[in-house]
């Protein structure tokens, strides 16, 4: 990295900013505020979509490969590669959103999002070390992989999120983790066709809707 | 009713755009000189200079880590520099409400 952002550097005393009108001064800290936002903002509706493209067309291939099954065999190999290739592709593009969006920025919060980032690992590992400990007691594949598989790892990463959600009133992404925890719950009632069906319908239901929230309120912002 | 209510430290567009930016980030925390410079668009040189105004009246706190050619600096905008944007915007609204 260049030397560039050393202040004990010599600056070019620069003050030519030509008079500021009030109205101007009024306008230019909308546009900066705006700006500010829009460039610090984690909640992107882009991925929100993309979260939404998983649930809807990965979980939806798996539900596919399921629905004419009587006797539970387990979902088509080229689902599984479906499900996984949306879940790496969308995973890309939410870390290169949320690494922009964070870039540069430190403190307080630099250090609560490693913490959430540690607690949704924790959550996620925890809920499948129990998968692979229900399959090593003899619970059945339909059980572990067809109705645990699609949803109880996914209650425990909203689980953890609803935590730190709240604890900084991000109001709109509680919503979200509480109505993806209560729709993977309700669908294992209904069995692997179910889980993965209502699962995938459901969440991206929910991710379309906070999207559009998420969209709404920035533009009220930017126009207020 | 003139401009002289307001801070001319801050009256002026790239101190203004720097303060705004630093506001928007949650209390305490910093922003790398880089991303900064990146979001105002303003010279390097530039940059250095009304951020050492603004470091001198306390509005805000720079932070370097490192040495030579890897050095970082960070920017954090102070509860003095809070505070005098917060009554700067106030003083705005008034001279505009009674335009």
Known sequence: MSETDDLDQGGRDDDDDGVLEPGRAAELIKQTQVRARREFDTSSPIAAVLGAAVFLFGYGAVWWSLRDQQVYTGPAGWSIVVLYGLIVVTGIVAWRLFHRATSGVGGRAHRQMEAAGVALLAAGVAAWMVQGALRYLGAGFEIVYGVYGPTVPLIALAAASTGFAASLGKWAELCLAVAIMLVAAGSTFFGPKGAWGLTGVGCAVALVVYAVVVTVRFRRFARS | ?99
């Open chain 2, 1 to 99: 009713m003139t401009t002289d209510s307001l801070d001319p430290l801050i009256h002026v567009p790239a101190r203004l755009r720097i303060l705004v930016t630093l506001a928007a980030l949650d209390t305490g925390d910093t922003l790398s000189f880089s991303r900064m410079q990146d979001m105002l668009g303003l010279t390097a040189g530039n940059l250095i200079t009304h951020l050492r105004k603004l470091a001198d009246a306390g509005y805000i706190r720079t932070d370097k880590s490192g040495s030579g050619a890897v050095a970082r600096t960070s920017v954090a905008l102070t509860s003095a520099g809070r505070t005098a944007l917060d009554t700067y915007t106030a003083s705005l609204r008034n001279l505009l409400d009674g335009l």
